[in-house]
C-alpha cells in the first residue's frame, strides 16, 4: 500500500497540474471561456503599462500573457503526467510564476480578491515541493542513525568483553 507522503504528492500533483493547465489554457485561447479570455488579456495590458521596462525589452502584455500560459500548460502537464525530479522542476517554475503574479496584483493595486487563488495556488506549490523534497532527506538521516548505531553496538560489545 502506498505511503499517506506518496497518495499526498500524486493528489497535490494531478490537482494543481490540471489547474495551471486550464488557467494557462485560458491565458491562451478564448476557446475554453471568452470572457475570462478577455479579462486576462486586459489584466496583462495593466501589468505591461505598470512595468515599463518589459517594453523597453521588447516584452508586450500578449507576448508577456503567452509566455505564463505556456509555462502553466507545460509545468502542468509535467505535474500531471511526467514521474520523477521533473515534476519538482515544474513546481519550482510555477511557484515563481505564481510570486511574479502576486507581485503584478501588488503592482496594479488589486484587491485580495483578484489575487487570492494566486496566493492559495503558491501555498499549494510551496506545501508541494515541501513534502517532496522532505522525502528526499529521510533516507540519509536513516543510513546516518543506521551507522551511529552499529557504532553503538560496537561500544557496548568492547565493554561487555572487558
Known sequence: MASPRTITI???SF????????????????RLSKDAYSE????????????????????????LRKIIGSL????????????????DVANFLLLLVMLA???FHQ??????????????FGILLTCRLLIARQGDDRPEREEGSREEQHVNDQEKNKVKQS
Open 10 to 12: 500524486v493528489a497535490l
Open 40 to 63: 486576462m488579456k486586459r489584466a496583462y495590458k495593466s501589468y505591461a503599462k505598470a512595468l515599463p521596462g518589459l517594453k523597453k525589452i521588447g516584452i508586450t502584455s500578449v507576448l
Open 72 to 87: 502553466e500548460v507545460g509545468c502542468g502537464v509535467v505535474l500531471t503526467l511526467v514521474p520523477g525530479r521533473p515534476k
Open 15 to 30: 490537482a494543481l497540474g490540471l489547474f495551471f493547465v486550464f488557467m494557462g489554457t485560458i491565458k491562451l485561447t478564448p
Open 107 to 120: 503592482l496594479v493595486g488589486d484587491p485580495l480578491k483578484r489575487y487570492a487563488h494566486a496566493l492559495v
Open 101 to 103: 503574479v502576486l507581485f
